[in-house]
């Protein structure tokens, strides 16, 4: 199976500066943040069953990045308008911050990226690949918001994150350190075949490449000819463990093969020959089709921390790569409210419980048994698993608030407000009147971070922290911050010839590192990987958890949903 453990620098979380620059500069900058991005768009805008806004691939890259100051804009004209208004946390924006990002990228082209009409132009981006995290552990996961979006199709196989820092050459030679901006480009793992000693990726669906949308009157004729009564070949293993467990299996051993290239020494050699294995699972991984999601974390004052996501929208045959509500992250004005408190309880695993297996207990349910939900009986979240779900007409919350003699809907615990000047930023989406949102568009983490408080949870003491601290460890804002042992990021941007610092969340801390090589690479002021709220004591080493299941899928010996259970906890 393997003639040498598993390395989880190798194999887990790949951050060496001599791999992750060379891949970044070589293979003829095919893994470049501002190419691949575009090449997410590029294939829509060259499908004729898609209508675009967007005359040239700058065009639309441009837009990712302008979209949000766009929002930011508004959040501050909100606030000026609605002084009583809750905030989402910290103080209101004083710049428009991804205009930097345009900026660079318009010094490094010589042009705006709006002009741009050779998709090989925007190779030239000023983001520095910072590593590459093998993300199997996140498989069985989902997200169910929206019919309409790549990311409803669950990664059976888990993900793949390229993580990038944004490179500002006067900030580095003024500063002596790395602009505080990181990005995520999320990738599904598909589903591999092994022939003729060779690993070949196999298509996700059976038909059109865009089988995974649920709605045929959406798609052309074409579509409905080819997809429509099609089994989704990802949906079709979550429902076959046998298959499933060979399957992950064929991409634990390619990744763990990494860890085999080593010296005689027994070291492993973090060489061409290692860089050149890491980019043959790249190009299986890496297509626009396999495209999840972007995420941001950027430091915006000495002691706060901003967050952000953008998903797909394909709606209408139109799409887009724009900001979204962060999953799972609710207006935290919520967390006294009833409200919230039911959501948590709705999805905790009690032991016993019908359908679910007894590892999964005493957490929020993460499991996914069931892909045919959709828009129009998303009520039945409970066949699911967790999530909280965007809008009140989309989930069982549809009982928990009132409407007002003028229409307009509140919740009815009335935590965020009892008008609409009162409620946070886009709680009530486009000023509309019925409805009414559950998650924020922006995550906020000032010095140590708020601790999310569950006050109205059910259970003893005990069993009410067990709640608060498995909603608020999978929170944005929860898991970047004291409560997921960190101060704003876990892996953090750094200097052309510099490291990435990791935080004791990943690693663990200075005294319980198993390899010593680690210890300096630790996030600065950070160096404890423990957490202690009231009685409860949480203790963190995600890398050694992830690198534990990496040995239990080669084994097949891993259970489906297993990982992503909290991060602390034991199987």
């Known amino acids: 199976m393997l003639d040498n453990p598993i390395d989880p620098e190798a194999s887990v979380l790949i951050t060496k500066r001599q791999i992750v620059n060379r891949i970044n500069r070589e293979y003829g900058k095919r893994f470049t943040m501002g190419y691949l991005l575009a090449s997410v768009g590029k294939r829509y805008m060259d499908d004729p069953d898609f209508v675009t806004n967007y005359t040239v691939i700058g065009d639309y890259t441009d837009d990712i990045f302008s979209r949000p100051d766009e929002r930011q804009d508004e959040y501050a004209r909100f606030l000026r308008d609605n002084p009583r208004a809750h905030s989402m946390g910290g103080a209101v924006y004083e710049s428009r911050r991804f205009q930097r990002v345009l900026n660079l990228w318009q010094s490094k082209l010589g042009k705006s990226v709006r002009s741009v009409r050779n998709i090989n132009e925007l190779k030239q981006s000023p983001f520095r690949l910072l590593g590459i995290a093998n993300r199997m552990d996140l498989a069985g996961d989902r ?9 409803f199709e669950p990664r059976s196989l888990g993900e793949l994150h390229l993580l990038y820092g944004l490179v500002d050459p006067d900030f580095e030679s003024s500063n002596g350190r790395a602009f505080p901006m990181v990005f995520v480009v999320s990738y599904r793992i598909p589903s591999l075949r092994f022939e003729g000693g060779v690993y070949r990726p196999l298509p996700e669906t059976t038909g059109h490449p865009d089988c995974w949308i649920d709605d045929p009157s959406t798609k052309s004729s074409a579509w409905r000819s080819q997809c429509q009564g099609k089994p989704r070949f990802l949906r079709a293993l979550d429902q076959d463990e046998t298959r499933w467990k060979n399957k992950m299996q064929l991409w634990a051993q390619r990744f763990a093969a990494l860890s085999d290239l080593r010296d005689s020494r027994g070291r492993v050699m973090f060489n061409n020959d ?88 005493q957490d929020l349910d993460m499991s996914s048994r069931d892909y045919s939900l959709g828009n129009s009986v998303a009520i039945q979240e409970d066949k699911a698993g967790y999530e909280v779900l965007r809008d009140v007409e989309r989930n069982f ?48 983490v000032k010095g140590d971070g708020a601790i999310w408080q569950l006050p109205r949870v059910s259970g003893s003491a005990e069993v009410k922290e067990k709640r608060r601290h498995a909603f608020a460890i999978r929170s944005c804002t929860g898991c970047h911050s004291q409560e997921g042992s960190t101060t704003g990021f876990h892996i953090s941007n750094r200097l052309q010839n510099g490291e990435s610092k990791l935080s004791p969340f990943l690693i663990g801390n200075s005294t319980s590192l198993s390899d010593r090589r680690m210890e300096s690479r630790l996030v600065p002021n950070r160096i404890t990987n423990r957490f202690t709220y009231g009685r409860a004591n949480y203790e963190y080493n995600v890398l050694a958890r992830r690198e534990e299941f990496m040995h239990k899928v080669l084994r097949q010996q891993a259970r489906m949903y297993e990982n992503l259970m909290r991060p602390e906890m034991n199987h």
Request: hydrophobic content about 30%; proline content about 5%.
């Open 143 to 151: 997200d169910p918001r929206n019919n309409n979006e790549i990311t």
């Open 274 to 361: 290692f860089s050149n294995a890491v980019v043959n699972i790249l190009d299986d991984i890496v297509k626009p089709e396999n495209f999840l999601s972007l995420k941001s974390n950027t430091k915006i004052r000495d002691d706060e921390y901003e967050l952000r996501e953008w998903y797909t929208l394909t709606g209408n045959r139109r799409y887009r790569l724009i900001p979204r509500k962060l999953r799972r992250e609710p207006f935290r004005c919520m967390q006294t409210s009833t409200e919230l408190a039911a959501i948590v309880d709705k999805y905790w695993v009690r032991g016993g419980t019908p359908g679910v297996p007894s590892y999964l207990e």
């Open 397 to 444: 919350l549809s009982t928990k608030y009132r409407t007002k003699s003028n229409g307009v809907r509140i919740w009815a615990s009335r935590a965020c407000g009892d008008t609409v000047g009162k409620m946070p930023f886009r709680m009530k989406q486009d000023n509309q009147l019925r409805d009414l949102i559950t998650l924020t568009n922006i995550g906020r």
